[in-house]
C-alpha cells in the first residue's frame, strides 16, 4: 500500500507559467493551490497531461539539493512532444525548481528525518475543445509536498503480484510520464491492494511474458553471483533512478549489469529483486506472487537483500551528499 507519509500536504508556494500565443510567459510564485479551468478543458475531456517527480534533499551541512534535475526536464520535454504540448525550457525548469523549493524551505524535511521534498512539475491542456483536439493554451506548474516513504513502513518489503491487466502498448505512452498512464492503473491498483498487494508487476501487453515494471517504479533482479539485471522494454518509463542505479552498480560498487529482455519464467532464477524510482527510492521485493505461485526473494538484511542494501545506501549517500556523486549529479539549490 501507499503510506500515509506519501501524501499531499500543501505547501505556501507554487510556480505557475500560462502558454498563449504560442508563447510562454515568465511564470510567477502564487499562493493558490486552486485551479480554475472552463469546464471544457482539454484535461478534462481527454486528459491532455504529462509529469515530473524529483526531490530536494536537505543535507547535513545545511545545503539544499536536487537529484539530476536535468534529465527530469528531458524526459518532461520528451513527455511534451508525445502528448503534443510546448515544451518547458532547461532553463525555465532549473529556475522554476529554484525558485519554488526556495520559498517553501520550511517544508523541506530536516536531515536525518528520512524525509524529503517532492517537487511534482506538471503541465495540462486548458483551452476549451469538444472534438478531439489539442489544447492551444496551457499550465504548468511545479508544487511541492514533504514526504517520507512511499510504501507502508510496517511492512520492510513489499509484495508484488502479476496484474491481469496491461500498462503500456508497444507503441503507446509507457516510455513517458503521462497522466493517462496512471489514470489506467488506478483499477488494477485498487484490486491488488484488496488482495493484500502493494503494487502490480505488469508484463508487456503483446506476448504476456517479459517483465515491464511497476505502475510506479522500474524493478530490477541480482543473480546469485551478484549481477545486476534490468528488464528492456520500449514502453516502460525510463526511470532515472534506474540509470543512475546502473553506473553505480558498475562503477562504485563493482559489480556486473545487464538490460535485456527478461521473461517472467526466469525470475525464480534471481536472489534479490527491487524497485528503484524517485518516490520508491529502492524498495526491496519481499514476493512476486504469479498465477498463484509465491516466487520469495532475500530481505535477510532488515527487510533489504544486501546487494539490494548497498545499492539503496549508495544512492542515497549520494542523494543527501555524504558521497560524491559523479560530476552533474548533484544541483546545489543553496
Ligand atoms: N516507472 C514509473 C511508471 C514511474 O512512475 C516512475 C516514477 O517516476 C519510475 C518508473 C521511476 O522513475 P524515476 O527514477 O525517474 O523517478
Ligand atoms: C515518482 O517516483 O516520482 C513518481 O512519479 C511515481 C509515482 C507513483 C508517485
Known sequence: MSSKNFSYKAAPYRFVMKFTDGRWDDGYLSEDPNIVLNESACVFQYSQSCFEGLKAYRTKEGRIVCFRPDLNAERMADSCKRMVMPIVPKEKFFEALDQVILANEEMIPEYGSNGSLYIRPFMIGTSSVLGVSPATEFEFRMIVSPVGSYFDERAKSISLRISDYDRAAPKGTGHIKA????????????????????????????????????????????????????????????????????????????????????????????????????????????????????????????????????????????????????????????
Open 179 to 334: 497522466g493517462i498512464n496512471y489514470a489506467m492503473s488506478l483499477y488494477p491498483l485498487q484490486i491488488a491492494h484488496e488482495e493484500g498487494y502493494d503494487e502490480n508487476l505488469y508484463l508487456d501487453s503483446r506476448e504476456h511474458l517479459y517483465i515491464e515494471e511497476t505502475g510506479g517504479a522500474n524493478i530490477f533482479f541480482i543473480s546469485h553471483d551478484n549481477k545486476l539485471l534490468f528488464p528492456e522494454s520500449s514502453s516502460i518509463l525510463p526511470s532515472i533512478t534506474r540509470r543512475s542505479v546502473k553506473y553505480l552498480a558498475e562503477e562504485y560498487l563493482g559489480l556486473r549489469t545487464e538490460e535485456r529482455q527478461m521473461s517472467i519464467n526466469e525470475i525464480d532464477k534471481f536472489k534479490e529483486c527491487g524497485l528503484c524510482g524517485t518516490a520508491a527510492v529502492i524498495a526491496p521485493v519481499g514476493n512476486i506472487d504469479v498465477n498463484g505461485r509465491r516466487i520469495i526473494f532475500d530481505t535477510s538484511a532488515d527487510g533489504y537483500g544486501e546487494i539490494c542494501k548497498k545499492i539503496r545506501d549508495c544512492i542515497q549517500k549520494i542523494q543527501y551528499c555524504e558521497l560524491d556523486g559523479p560530476e552533474g549529479w548533484i544541483h546545489m539549490v543553496r
